[in-house]
């Protein structure tokens, strides 16, 4: 059975810095692409990054592009997202997700992603 756990979210104020990381088992992580996602109240799920299986390939949205940074640690089945520079806009529900890809541009259609955590809470205050 594959599992993804988030952790790490939490309250911060506007240009703090926060680290998800993202724990698979049951997957063999080592070869499939991870991405993150995220969610607002009332708003459409919507991607934030993805890295390769390798970590040579890694896609930001433009909203998050420069300030976020995707990470992986294939021998510890862990990914990680570095959030800098964190801004109101960034308040969300991240979502990290995976499926049978190698890598994963932004426009890989969601129904791609058979995997997804339990999602971690950001809150950023202005």
């Known amino acids: 059975q594959v599992q993804l756990v988030e952790s790490g979210g939490g309250s911060v104020q506007a240009g703090d810095s926060l680290t998800l990381s993202c724990a698979v088992s049951?997957?063999?992580?080592?070869?499939?692409?991870v991405a993150w996602f995220r969610q607002a109240p009332e708003q459409e799920r919507e991607f934030v990054a993805s890295?390769?299986?390798?970590?040579?390939?890694?896609y930001y949205s433009a909203s998050v592009q420069g300030r976020f940074t995707a990470s992986r640690e294939n021998a510890k089945n862990m990914a990680y997202l570095q959030m800098n520079n964190l801004k109101p806009e960034d308040t969300a529900i991240y979502f990290c997700?995976?499926?049978?890809?190698?890598?994963?541009?932004?426009?890989?259609?969601?129904?791609?992603?058979?995997?997804w955590g339990q999602g971690t809470q950001v809150t950023v205050a202005g």
């Open positions: 997700a995976s499926g049978r890809f190698t890598i994963a541009p932004m426009n890989l259609p969601l129904e791609k992603y058979i995997y």
């Open positions: 049951g997957h063999t992580f080592n070869a499939y692409a």
């Open positions: 890295i390769s299986y390798g970590g040579g390939s890694i």
